[in-house]
C-alpha cells in the first residue's frame, strides 16, 4: 500500500501563485471538511491537531498516570533539577517554572550562530554548558527537557519575533518557510498547503489531515513508540511525499518551523501531546 494513498491528491489544483498570506487567510475561511474535529468550537483551521486525535487517543492524553507523556516529563523534571535536588539546569535557570513562555520564543535568530535556532538547538547549547553535553536533536533527554518547557508554556501562544538588529535576515527565514509550504515537492507532487489548508479533516490511511499546527510538540508517537520533535513530524511529511527529507537541524526546517508558529499564532501551545 504505502504512500500510494496519496495519490489521489495529485490531482488537487496547482495552487493559485501568492504569497503565504493568502493561504493563511484561505485556511482561516474555508469551511468544507469531511470531518469536524471534536470538542471544540474553534473554525476548523485553527484547531491544534490534539482536536483531531480518536477519542480513544483523547481520553489517554487526559489520563496521567497512563499517558506515556508523563514519563518524559518526569524525566525532564529530574534532569532539570530543583531546589533540593540541584542539578544541571537549575544551576543557572533555577525553577522550571521561571522559563514560562520560554518556549514560545523558539525558533530565533542567533547573532552568535547567525542562524535561526529552536528550542532543541538551545538545549543542546546549553547542554554544553554543564558536565553532561548531550548529543542529537532527537537525544531522549534533549526531547524530555523540551517537553518540560513546553509544558512551562502551555496556554500561552507561540511569540515569535524579530529583534531590531536582526530584522531582515528573521524576515528572509519566516518568507523561505512560507514558499517552502505552498511549493509543491517530491514524487506526489505536493505541497504542505494541499493537505493541511486543503484536505483538513479528511481521512488519510489512519490519519485525520489536521492544519499542521505546531502547538502540540514535541509529541509521543505511538508508531514510534518514543518521544519525536517537530523536526522529525516535518521529515515525515517529506518522506511521505517522497520529496528529498532535509536533515536534521537544517535550515529549511527551521525556516518552516517558524512559519509554522507565526501562522499558528492565536492557538495556545498544548503539547508536549500525544500522538497516533
Ligand atoms: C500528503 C499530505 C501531506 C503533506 C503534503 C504534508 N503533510 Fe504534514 N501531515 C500529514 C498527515 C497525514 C499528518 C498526521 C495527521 C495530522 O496531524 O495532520 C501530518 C502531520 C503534520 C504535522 C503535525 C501536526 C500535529 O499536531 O501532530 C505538521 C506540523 C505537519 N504535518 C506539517 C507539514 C508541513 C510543514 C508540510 C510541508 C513540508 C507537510 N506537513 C506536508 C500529511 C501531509
Ligand atoms: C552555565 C549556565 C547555564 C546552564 C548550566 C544552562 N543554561 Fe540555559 N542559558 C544560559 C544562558 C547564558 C542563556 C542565554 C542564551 C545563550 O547564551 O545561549 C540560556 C538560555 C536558555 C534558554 C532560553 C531562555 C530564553 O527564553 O531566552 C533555555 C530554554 C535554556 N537555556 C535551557 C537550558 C537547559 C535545558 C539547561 C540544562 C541542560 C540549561 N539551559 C543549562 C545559561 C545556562
Known amino acids: 500500500m504505502g504512500f500510494n494513498c496519496f495519490s489521489g491528491l ?9 504569497s503565504w498570506v493568502f493561504f493563511v487567510a484561505l485556511s482561516l475561511t474555508l469551511n ?30 487526559k489520563d496521567a498516570s497512563a499517558n506515556p507523556v508523563s514519563l518524559w516529563l518526569e524525566q525532564g523534571k529530574n534532569i532539570w533539577g530543583t531546589a533540593n535536588q540541584r542539578s544541571d539546569c537549575f544551576q543557572c535557570h533555577g ?6 513562555g520560554s518556549a514560545t520564543q523558539f525558533p530565533k535568530w542567533s ?7 529552536n528550542l532543541e538547538d538551545q538545549i543542546l547549547i546549553c547542554s554544553e ?27 500561552l501562544p507561540f511569540a515569535v519575533a524579530p529583534s531590531p538588529n536582526n530584522q531582515k535576515q528573521w524576515q528572509a527565514e519566516l518568507s523561505a ?11 506526489m507532487n505536493l505541497a504542505c498547503t494541499h493537505c493541511h489548508d486543503q484536505q483538513i479533516g479528511k481521512q488519510m490511511r489512519a490519519d485525520v489531515i489536521s492544519p499542521g499546527h505546531p502547538t502540540g510538540f514535541p509529541i509521543f508517537k505511538m508508531s514510534w513508540q518514543g518521544m519525536g520533535s517537530l523536526d522529525r513530524r516535518l521529515r515525515a511529511c517529506f518522506s511521505g511525499v517522497q520529496a528529498e527529507v532535509p536533515k536534521p537541524g537544517s535550515a529549511e526546517l527551521r525556516q ?9 499564532q492565536e492557538l495556545p501551545i498544548d503539547g508536549p501531546s500525544l500522538r497516533r
Open 10 to 18: 495529485n490531482q488537487l489544483a496547482a495552487p493559485a501563485h501568492g
Open 32 to 61: 468544507v471538511f469531511a470531518q469536524t474535529p471534536k470538542q471544540t468550537n474553534l473554525p476548523v483551521g485553527l484547531q491544534s491537531g490534539n482536536a483531531f486525535l480518536s477519542s480513544e487517543m483523547q481520553n489517554l492524553q
Open 95 to 100: 525553577d522550571v517554572q521561571s522559563m514560562k
Open 111 to 117: 547573532t552568535n550562530l547567525q542562524k535561526l535556532i
Open 129 to 155: 554548558r554543564t558536565s553532561r553535553p548531550l548529543k542529537g536533536l532527537e537525544n531522549a533527554e534533549v526531547l524530555s527537557l523540551s517537553a518540560l518547557l513546553h509544558q512551562a508554556s502551555q496556554g
Open 177 to 187: 518557510g512560507g514558499t517552502m509550504f505552498t511549493t509543491r515537492m517530491g514524487r
Open 256 to 264: 518552516l518551523e517558524l512559519f509554522l508558529k507565526i501562522r499558528s
